[in-house]
T-cell receptor, first 109, second 113 residues
Framework: DAKTTQPNSMESNEEEPVHLPCNHS???????IHWYRQLPSQGPEYVIH???SNVNNRMASLAIAEDRKSSTLILHRATLRDAAVYYC??????????FGTGTRLTIIP | DVKVTQSSRYLVKRTGEKVFLECVQD?????MFWYRQDPGLGLRLIYF???????EKGDIPEGYSVSREKKERFSLILESASTNQTSMYLC????????????FGPGTRLTVT
């Protein structure tokens, strides 16, 4: 199964954009790229997902490289409430998601 | 508003006890999942179910069983709890279509003493 690689932690200043990277060099053509985040003391929540094209929603944007071997989650203006662990996950189409350890994002006021 | 609820936020049980963790979703989702989350290991899938009375093993099913008698309810059973099953347990549900997002419950922190 294809795996993802993310930095263990990142810091960003409040009200600045944040770019969270993810490598998935062994992705196959039909794998969706999902992003979830987990706020302290809560279950994970869905952020965004995509297949080939860049995607935008009210929470974030997802930029997918042309070769699909990497992607970047973009938070356009970080707030303190965005401090969380962010997971980049590949969906192989069998509804199973394999969570790694994610990136712990710290927002500096 | 979509909802996945779990029967308890915190639970303390003794070694050898039979433990039931209940999960209910109100979104008419076909898929339901049980994960455990431990520091440094992320979320690991224990069991999942595509439909009523159907179940599939996840990555770490040993020591656990599940039951899905109704579409909205998915139960995780620890037949004889052990201290290494002390963990945070998370339930999730999703619809059947490809790329569907999973909705998670708040989690149950189980301590086995």
């Amino acid at each position: 199964d294809a795996k993802t690689t993310q930095p263990n932690s990142m810091e960003s200043n409040e009200e600045e954009p944040v770019h969270l990277p993810c490598n998935h060099s062994t992705i196959s053509g039909t794998d969706y790229i999902h992003w979830y985040r987990q706020l302290p003391s809560q279950g994970p929540e869905y952020v965004i997902h995509g297949l080939t094209s860049n995607v935008n929603n009210r929470m974030a944007s997802l930029a997918i490289a042309e070769d699909r071997k990497s992607s970047t989650l973009i938070l356009h203006r970080a707030t303190l409430r965005d401090a969380a662990v962010y997971y980049c996950i590949l969906d192989f189409g069998n509804e199973k998601l394999t969570f790694g350890t994610g990136t712990r994002l710290t927002i500096i006021p | 508003d979509v909802k996945v609820t779990q029967s308890s936020r915190y639970l303390v049980k003794r070694t050898g006890e039979k433990v039931f963790l209940e999960c209910v979703q109100d979104m008419d989702h076909e898929n339901m999942f049980w994960y455990r989350q431990d520091p440094g290991l992320g979320l690991r899938l224990i069991y999942f179910s595509y439909d009523v009375k159907m179940k599939e093993k996840g990555d770490i099913p040993e020591g656990y069983s599940v039951s899905r008698e109704k579409k909205e309810r998915f139960s995780l059973i620890l037949e004889s709890a052990s201290t290494n099953q002390t963990s945070m347990y998370l339930c999730a549900s999703s619809s059947l279509h490809s790329g569907a997002e999973q909705y998670f419950g708040p989690g149950t922190r189980l301590t086995v003493t």
